[in-house]
């Protein structure tokens, strides 16, 4: 089923990567906030910059059977005024051996033998003053949409929350904390409902000729689950470049993490490696 993961990236990168090209080459240019390099804009996760990551996660160690996850993450600022809004969407496409538990995607999975497709479709949109002092932060509304196209790889229900992110970037490094709590509003009344939240702290330092070192833990809560089988607490790390190819910008950067604290059926550990497209103005 994998194969069918990497035919659908090699679809999505061809059309994506030429879609969003030629958008933010129309579109009217955002103001840029937070450091004065291209590194400490692409590590700034409300930073006004046009940009299309490409992330596979692979989880492994799971009871059920191993999952790929790969989420098409596409960033879009619009100004207006002194305020950039900074809209944030995640495609999920999946590919599950079977159930899966302690995912962030997958708020509460359903028993089954495996499915690949479609994952629930995240949208966040994070207000955030176009030019911030030393504290960088945004803050706005989150949006789980129910779009997976089998049972397994989604929720079964629309969510809605909040989101915020606060971080520094004293060169050479960029810290900070991305949070968001969902909770379930309508859809599949014979599915379990969704609370869930999500803290991912994020540490980069950045090294010479476009290296650097960084953490990316993704911490998910489910609050629907006994304590038990509530919290999914990675420890990792890995390394990045960012670098160019014909006058495209891009970046990459692989990782892996082990869950020391994990609910019932989930993964032992992850590998994620990134590819992303950068549209600096």
Do not use: C, H
Not at 6 to 11: G, H, R, S, T
Not at 77 to 97: E, M, Q
Not at 120 to 126: A, C, E, K, R
Not at 233 to 262: C, D, H, R, S, W
Request: glycine content about 10%.
């Amino acid at each position: 089923m994998r194969s069918k993961i990497i035919m659908l990236f090699i679809f999505f990168w061809f059309i994506s990567v030429a879609a969003f090209a030629q958008a933010a080459e129309k579109a009217a240019p955002a103001k840029v906030q937070g450091g004065g390099d291209l590194a400490a804009k692409t590590q700034n996760p409300v930073g006004a910059m046009y940009s299309l990551p490409f992330k596979f996660t692979f989880d492994y160690g799971a009871d059920n059977g191993e999952a790929t996850f790969l989420n098409v993450q596409p960033v879009i600022p619009v100004t207006v005024g002194d305020w950039n809004l900074i809209n944030r969407v995640i495609v999920p496409l999946v590919d599950l051996d079977g159930t899966v538990t302690g995912t962030p995607e997958i708020q509460n999975p359903v028993p089954g033998d495996g499915a690949s497709g479609l994952g629930d479709i995240n949208y966040s949109v994070y207000v955030s003053p176009a030019d911030p002092g030393k504290m960088i932060w945004g803050v706005g509304p989150s949006l789980m949409m129910d779009t997976a196209t089998d049972e397994q790889l989604g929720s079964g229900k629309w969510s809605l929350g909040a989101t915020a992110v606060i971080l520094v970037q004293p060169k050479p490094w960029t810290i900070g904390l991305l949070g968001r709590q969902l909770w379930d509003v309508a859809g599949d009344d014979n599915r379990k409902s969704v609370s869930q939240l999500l803290l991912e702290p994020f540490v980069n330092y950045n090294l010479n000729d476009g290296w650097y070192l960084l953490t990316d833990m993704i911490i998910t809560a489910n609050w629907e689950a006994n304590t038990d089988n509530r919290w999914t607490l990675p420890l990792g790390g890995g390394v990045g470049k960012m670098f160019e190819i014909g006058g495209q910008k891009m970046n990459t950067k692989i990782e892996a993490y082990y869950n020391v604290e994990k609910p019932q059926g989930a993964p032992d550990w992850s590998m994620n490696w990134t590819l992303q497209f950068l549209f600096p103005r």
